[in-house]
């Protein structure tokens, strides 16, 4: 049997920080941070989602760091907008399927009685 299950990420949104400067180039006002969604899939159906990552990318010497090499200006300000920022309704998509087939069997087992 051909089972398909394993974990994707899942662009949410994009924030540019105020006044950061980037440490390679120097320049203030370049750096972009995206924030994506990591789930668990099952045939390629989102099941639910379990984190949220980050990184940082610049737009003028398109240097990209990962979340754990944030300075410490710029990890204050992104827990700020993780705090904001939710995971998108349709990555429950297959939980939300599963309850509302259960809710339905009961509903229908309530009426036949």
């Not at 349709?90 to 036949?112: E, M, P």
């Amino acid at each position: 049997m051909f089972i398909v299950y394993g974990k994707k990420k899942l662009f949410i949104r994009m924030f540019e920080p105020l006044f950061y400067k980037c440490p390679y180039c120097d320049k203030v006002n370049t750096t972009e941070v995206f924030i994506y969604s990591n789930y668990v899939h099952f045939f390629w159906i989102p099941v639910f989602p379990f984190s949220k990552v980050a990184s940082a990318k610049c737009n003028e010497c398109d240097a990209i760091r990962p979340e754990e090499r944030f300075g410490p200006k710029l990890t204050e300000h992104l827990y700020e907008e993780l705090a904001n920022t939710k995971h998108p309704f349709y990555s429950w998509a297959l939980l939300i399927f599963f309850g509302c087939l259960i809710l339905l069997a009961l509903t229908l087992n309530a009426i036949n009685k």
